[in-house]
């Protein structure tokens, strides 16, 4: 059996999108920024698809920037935004100690590079952020509020309305990335008060290498991206038009069967954990507790196993066709524990221990009953030769 369960790492290109974007790689090639009428097809479907993402929204199609990645958009409003504030002199960006490289190690260049205050805000047990540490971190040199909607780890979803409510009031940007949360959760930019909100094709179905930055009407952080006058003169270089199709299509369809999905995920989601939880002893789970479901991305599973390593069980589980993660597979290259779960508390062999199913429409019943077969038989028999496992028997 073939069993998918890594969908926060990125999602198969669903057919239907594939379909609409197989036009504008071959007849439909004209460079939207050209002025002859062949090249105004081209020219519609960016705008067509900007329209779809911003529905999605409850945004303004001018207010939807289509960018390279989810990375790049998080590049864009922390670099666009910090390099503005310099000139009336603030220096202070606001972030979480959980977010995703692309906005950790952009704020580490920030403060390396531009001498920018950084200031990384601790999670609780669970991965929830405290709306009163945001409000307790505002200085008057603060420039921007940057939290995610939901990690990519554990699943936590950000109390993403209060903080924006807050940031309004006190005249600050709210930046989020949203990369996880808007491949599930449905979002309002405007009854959120959110400024600035990353996006990313790829984890919703759609194609890799196109993302988005929402920017509210009036926001004009520094450009990212040097160069042509593509996207009102805002983000430069030819528009990747297949690609930019695929995000919108992929949106529109996603929004459609937003709610059936989400009932869907979660059940299983929960299926799993309380099965895990039940024929696992001495099995953690990760992020938001499970009576906490609505709180948990809908497709989020992640447990710590003490006495054996994430590493090992994911070699296990590969031989029973089984592709899960530790975390986070921009970090699974290097062996340093997941920062998101020291964030959380865990101890170094806790964090190590970790692993991640994330579902979605490759997901079947039938898969969920083979992992709760499978697993549970994988970490006994890694306990048996584990002396960590031995010792920690031991010190009980
Ligand atoms: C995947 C991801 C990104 C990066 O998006 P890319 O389009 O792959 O660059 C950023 N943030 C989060 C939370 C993600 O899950």
Excluded at 71 to 81: I, S
Excluded at 247 to 260: N, Q
Excluded at 263 to 290: F, M, T, V, W, Y
Excluded at 358 to 366: A, K, N, S
Aim: aromatic fraction near 6%; charge should be negative.
């Amino acid at each position: 059996m073939f069993v998918y369960m890594d969908h926060t790492a990125t999602t198969p290109t669903s057919p239907e999108v594939l379909k609409a974007m197989m036009p504008y790689f071959s007849e439909n090639f004209g460079n939207p920024s050209s002025v002859y009428s062949f090249s105004r097809k081209s020219r519609a479907a960016i705008e067509k698809a900007r329209g779809q993402v911003a529905a999605a929204l409850n945004a303004d199609p001018s207010e939807i920037f289509f960018t390279g990645s989810g990375t790049e958009a998080d590049n864009w409003a922390l670099k666009g935004t910090l390099e503005k504030a310099k000139i009336a002199g603030k220096n202070h960006l606001i972030t979480t100690q959980i977010e995703h490289h692309a906005i950790l190690h952009t704020a580490e260049y920030l403060k390396k590079v531009e001498g920018v205050e950084v200031t990384y805000l601790p999670v609780d047990a669970e991965g929830f952020v405290s709306v009163e540490d945001v409000k307790n971190a505002i200085t008057d040199k603060t420039a921007l509020v940057s939290i995610m909607f939901a990690n990519n780890e554990v699943g936590t979803i950000e109390p993403v309305a209060e903080i924006g409510a807050l940031c309004r009031e006190k005249k600050i940007p709210f930046h989020t990335d949203a990369v996880q949360a808007a491949a599930h959760l449905d979002i309002d930019v405007k009854a959120m008060n959110i400024d600035m909100l990353s996006m990313s094709a790829h984890k919703m179905y759609g194609p890799k290498g196109v993302g988005a930055l929402y920017l509210r009407k009036g926001l004009r952080p520094e450009n990212f991206v040097h160069g042509g006058a593509q996207e009102k003169g805002r983000r430069a270089s030819t528009e990747n038009i297949a690609g930019i199709v695929g995000f919108g299509e992929a949106m529109e369809i996603f929004k459609s069967r937003l709610e059936e999905d989400k009932k869907i995920n979660s059940a299983r989601r929960d299926k799993l954990i309380a099965g895990l939880l039940q024929k696992i002893p001495h099995a953690k789970l990760n992020g938001p507790e499970l009576s906490k479901g609505d709180k948990r991305l809908p497709n989020n599973i992640n447990f710590s196993f003490i006495g054996v390593e994430g590493e090992t069980l994911l070699l296990d589980l590969d031989a029973k066709g089984i592709s899960a993660s530790t975390g986070s597979a921009c970090s699974s290259e290097s062996l340093d524990p997941s920062h998101v779960l020291l964030a959380l508390g865990l101890k170094h062999e806790m964090a190590h221990g970790s692993l991640r199913f994330t579902l979605g429409r490759l997901t079947t019943d039938e898969q969920i009953d083979y992992v709760l077969e499978v697993l549970p038989e994988i970490v006994a028999r890694r306990r048996e030769m584990s002396p960590l496992w031995e010792e920690y028997l031991k010190s009980r």
